[in-house]
């Protein structure tokens, strides 16, 4: 039997199904439609403009790996004109980001970005191992989750960046919708979809790869021969995501395009007038200066309920209310920097290449 032609070209062998689409391709015009369809994303949603300095999160993954190589060859075949940078965050897990960020210094050097990486132990005093230690496999990806998405911005005030990109895929989204849906996280529910998100106190974040299957993004790392990390976070088995995560790879099985319906579901759902009311205004930490919902941001709470023994304080209203009567914060407790945005891009040459 005769080799199956590309679908796209008809000219090579077709070695690869997608699993977005069905087609059956060749290798090349593999890396031309991944890398268009990015493009395309980029473009319709005018992520940037000419001169913007651009932070990609890196943690040494195949997501954030394939976004960096990717913005890299794209900023260069169609003039985006944007300098790039990669921006690590170390939580402090041995074993595991001690590892990655071996390889987020392969990939500074491989793709000439310079590179900054901000500890949780400089930033918080505070490492996900000795979090771990305190409180148990259980809600430590919420004290990750919420002391990486301020570290993140923090970095990028560092770098003075304009715009941070992250490597979240179509698959991410997808479960971020389910996961919203299943604990009626309404507030989240109305922007969880959105390709670019920036609030009056905080940088620019997007994310490029919003229409990205995951399969597609290790398919592109494999054929590519790219240098990535590929072992998953050791204290992640239990998070709350993996139910939504097997729930979407069993409806993918069933309807491989479930995941883009899913995401074009919840970028139609619309939260009511009346329920936009009752919601918390945004303001800022009256600690950190970050922004917050809350007299005290997410992270600052978090963060004083570890200092104090009493780590569900940040977790739970209850636990919260607990520690409070209590008492005022006792003296030399320990807390995170102020916040300060950004004053305005400055010439490039300032930023050093971090290799430590």
Same mark, same amino acid.
């Given at each position: 039997?005769?080799?199956?032609?590309?679908?796209?070209?008809?000219?090579?062998?077709?070695?690869?199904?997608?699993?977005? /689409?069905?087609?059956?391709?060749?290798?090349?015009?593999?890396?031309?439609?991944?890398?268009?369809?990015?493009?395309?994303?980029?473009?319709?949603?005018?992520?940037?403009?000419?001169?913007?300095?651009?932070?990609?999160?890196?943690?040494?993954?195949?997501?954030?790996?394939?976004?960096?190589?990717?913005?890299? !060859?794209?900023?260069?075949?169609?003039?985006?004109?944007?300098?790039?940078?990669?921006?690590?965050?170390?939580?402090?897990? /041995?074993?595991?980001?001690? $590892?990655?960020?071996?390889?987020?210094?392969?990939?500074?050097?491989?793709?000439?970005?310079?590179?900054?990486?901000?500890?949780?132990? $400089?930033?918080?005093?505070? &490492?996900?191992?000795? @979090?771990?230690?305190?409180?148990?496999?259980?809600?430590?990806?919420?004290?990750?989750?919420?002391?990486?998405?301020?570290?993140?911005?923090?970095? =990028?005030?560092?770098?003075? @960046? $304009?715009?941070? @990109? !992250?490597?979240?895929?179509?698959?991410?989204?997808?479960? /971020?919708?389910?996961?919203?849906?299943?604990?009626?996280?309404?507030?989240?529910? *109305?922007?969880? !979809?959105?390709?670019?998100?920036?609030?009056?106190?905080?940088?620019?974040?997007?994310?490029?790869?919003?229409? =990205?299957?995951?399969?597609?993004?290790?398919?592109?790392?494999?054929?590519?021969?790219?240098?990535?990390?590929?072992?998953?976070?050791?204290?992640?088995?239990?998070?709350?995501? *993996?139910?939504?995560?097997?729930?979407?790879?069993?409806?993918?099985? =069933?309807?491989?395009?479930?995941?883009?319906?899913?995401?074009?579901?919840?970028?139609?759902?619309?939260?009511?007038?009346?329920?936009?009311?009752?919601?918390?205004?945004?303001? !800022?930490?009256?600690?950190?200066?970050?922004?917050?919902?809350?007299?005290?941001?997410?992270?600052?709470?978090?963060?004083?309920?570890?200092?104090?023994?009493?780590?569900?304080?940040?977790?739970?209203?209850?636990?919260?209310?607990?520690? $409070? =009567?209590?008492?005022?914060?006792?003296?030399?407790?320990?807390?995170?920097?102020?916040?300060?945005?950004?004053?305005?891009? *400055?010439?490039? /040459? &300032?930023?050093?290449?971090?290799?430590?």
């Amino acid at each position: 039997m005769a080799p199956k032609l590309c679908a796209l070209c008809a000219k090579s062998r077709a070695i690869l199904k997608r699993p977005k /689409t069905g087609q059956q391709i060749c290798k090349e015009c593999f890396f031309y439609v991944f890398e268009t369809e990015v493009h395309n994303t980029i473009t319709q949603s005018q992520l940037f403009k000419p001169g913007d300095r651009v932070a990609i999160g890196a943690s040494g993954g195949k997501d954030s790996t394939v976004l960096a190589y990717v913005m890299k !060859t794209l900023n260069e075949r169609y003039d985006y004109g944007v300098h790039l940078y990669l921006l690590s965050i170390d939580e402090g897990i /041995t074993g595991y980001r001690d $590892d990655s960020l071996e390889t987020v210094k392969r990939n500074q050097q491989q793709y000439s970005m310079p590179l900054k990486i901000l500890s949780y132990n $400089d930033l918080y005093g505070w &490492t996900m191992d000795a @979090v771990v230690a305190q409180i148990g496999k259980k809600n430590n990806c919420t004290f990750c989750g919420v002391f990486r998405r301020q570290a993140l911005d923090r970095g =990028a005030a560092m770098l003075n @960046v $304009d715009h941070i @990109v !992250t490597g979240h895929n179509a698959d991410d989204i997808a479960e /971020t919708v389910l996961m919203n849906v299943m604990r009626g996280d309404i507030a989240r529910l *109305g922007r969880c !979809t959105s390709i670019c998100t920036q609030g009056e106190d905080t940088i620019k974040r997007s994310k490029p790869f919003k229409y =990205a299957y995951e399969k597609e993004i290790v398919m592109y790392a494999y054929f590519k021969k790219l240098d990535y990390f590929s072992t998953e976070c050791i204290y992640s088995p239990d998070a709350y995501r *993996g139910h939504a995560r097997a729930f979407l790879k069993d409806l993918e099985a =069933a309807r491989p395009s479930a995941i883009i319906d899913i995401i074009h579901s919840g970028e139609a759902f619309a939260v009511k007038e009346e329920v936009k009311a009752t919601q918390k205004a945004q303001q !800022t930490c009256k600690r950190c200066g970050y922004m917050s919902s809350n007299e005290l941001c997410k992270a600052c709470s978090l963060l004083e309920g570890l200092e104090r023994g009493a780590a569900a304080a940040g977790v739970t209203d209850r636990a919260r209310k607990k520690l $409070d =009567a209590e008492g005022p914060v006792p003296e030399g407790l320990r807390t995170i920097p102020y916040f300060q945005m950004p004053s305005g891009p *400055g010439p490039s /040459t &300032t930023i050093q290449i971090d290799t430590s």
